[in-house]
């Protein structure tokens, strides 16, 4: 049973990465004062192939809607994606995957919502960038440098995410040993050198790798909480740091709309600076809870 000793401890044992500070800049018309307050990052799904079907979009009608719903609820910035990263579905090219998004994009930008495109193909990257994309969140690490001079030249935001494989498609069984640190330093190092200035970090605890699945979802479950905890230990390397909120399906079951907002305490704890979640509303409310000590 976590408790506050279990706190405690983490955070003793760390307090000089708890008090470090982190990078603020202004994204689109809106200035983040990271080191104040957490943001919000509301998702879209606009693949039907979404785990999370609360938050799938079937038309860019519909994507355009709950954009404005989820931005009055309290969102920041809104995640769109159009390739769901589950094992079983369906890949989607550049052209399809640009076909879904730049309408929305565009569409978005007119209504000052600001926006975050999930991807890791540079063509959808460039040309979401192009439509007015705010941010890009980059899920692959096979052609970053491209994907970094594209976030450069339209003085964009990008998301790093740690990952082991090529994108979060191609990927194996979770070495649990492995340390997200060194990898979010070299990539921080790569994209500031090509001129991106507008960086979160993500440690990519939200994959799906193939030794996370239902037989092993105690490990999953604590690798997550584990994380969330520590996330703050990230904040030497100077720059805010992005997590998505676990569903939890496992253990919540039909309640699982109420997982996000359990783990959103532990991030807030952990000290993360953008909490990527399908349930805005629930989140901002959890947040301005937390805001009153």
Known sequence: MLSLKDLYEIYDKHQDSFDAKVEEFTIGNRFFNFNEKPAILGVINLSTDSAYKTSICYSSEQAINRAKVLTAQGADLVDIGSEATGATSARVDDFKQNSKLIPV????????????????????????????????????????????????????GIIICYLQGKNAREIGEYKLTDDPYDYLAKEIETATKLGVKKIFIDP?????????????????????????????????????????????????????????PFFAVLAALGKTDLLRTHEVPKIKAVLDTLSLF
């Open 204 to 260: 990519g605890m939200g994959f799906d790798y193939k030794n996370f699945d239902d037989k092993h979802k105690s490990l999953r479950i604590k690798y997550q909480i584990q994380t969330l905890l520590n996330s703050f230990r990230l904040r030497k390397l100077g720059f805010p740091i992005c997590n998505i909120l676990p569903s939890a399906l496992e253990y919540f079951g039909e309640e699982f709309r109420s997982a996000e």
């Open 105 to 156: 994009i565009e569409s978005l930008k007119k209504e000052n919502v600001l926006t975050s495109i999930e991807t890791y193909y540079p063509e959808v990257a460039r040309e979401c960038l192009r439509a007015g994309a705010n941010v890009i969140n980059l899920t692959g690490g096979e052609n970053s440098q491209e994907i970094y001079k594209a976030v450069s030249e339209f003085d964009a």
